[in-house]
């Protein structure tokens, strides 16, 4: 479904961006330290870690890191896509992230993700606003809206060896 210029709300963006990854991921510890991985997402490999404040060696982000990351990353292209989609003057997007927790009424703890959002560009304010609800439609950003299941079973055994460092 596309977006049409003066189209009533709200919008979905079907196609426009994947909320299924199109690659398993993979993490294996890499020996570098008691908590450092190896994270394999199709041709690519990253590296994830405590740090060292916590006892890793911080030779890759930690995992809220990455969560922050996908969070910001998914913000942007949405932004990205929505204003290429409607002509609008955006010449870059920036968005900040911080993660912690807070205390409910109830005495109970929920995670606050805290997202800043820079545009820069010719942008008047009625679409600056629209960009903003539009951040909050990222698919990653509905997915930590929402209650999640995540299943987990033990698998038979490790079935690949850790990806080869090229020096």
């Known amino acids: 479904m596309r977006q049409i210029k003066d189209a009533p709300r709200p919008v ?3 196609g426009a961006m994947s909320e299924q990854p199109a690659n398993p991921v993979t993490v294996i510890e890499s020996g570098n330290g008691p908590y450092a991985q190896f ?5 690519h490999v990253l590296g994830a870690d405590e740090p060292e404040s916590l006892g890793g060696r911080d030779p890759g982000p930690s995992p809220y890191e990455y969560l922050l990351a996908g969070l910001g990353a998914c ?6 896509m929505y204003s290429t989609r409607h002509g609008w003057p955006l010449d870059r997007i920036v ?4 993660h912690d927790r807070v205390d409910t009424e109830d005495a109970k703890q929920i995670d606050r993700f ?7 560009g010719n942008l008047n304010q009625a679409q600056r606003a629209r960009l903003l609800e539009i ?3 990222c698919p990653v950003s509905r997915t930590l809206q929402r209650a999640s299941i995540v299943d987990t079973q033990l698998g038979e055994r490790v079935l690949i060896d850790p990806p080869a460092l090229v020096a």
């Open 12 to 14: 979905r963006f079907i």
């Open 39 to 43: 994270v394999t997402v199709g041709h």
């Open 75 to 80: 913000t942007a292209m949405t932004l990205r």
């Open 95 to 98: 968005v900040e992230l911080k």
């Open 114 to 120: 805290e997202r800043v959002i820079r545009l820069e």
């Open 135 to 137: 951040a909050e439609k």
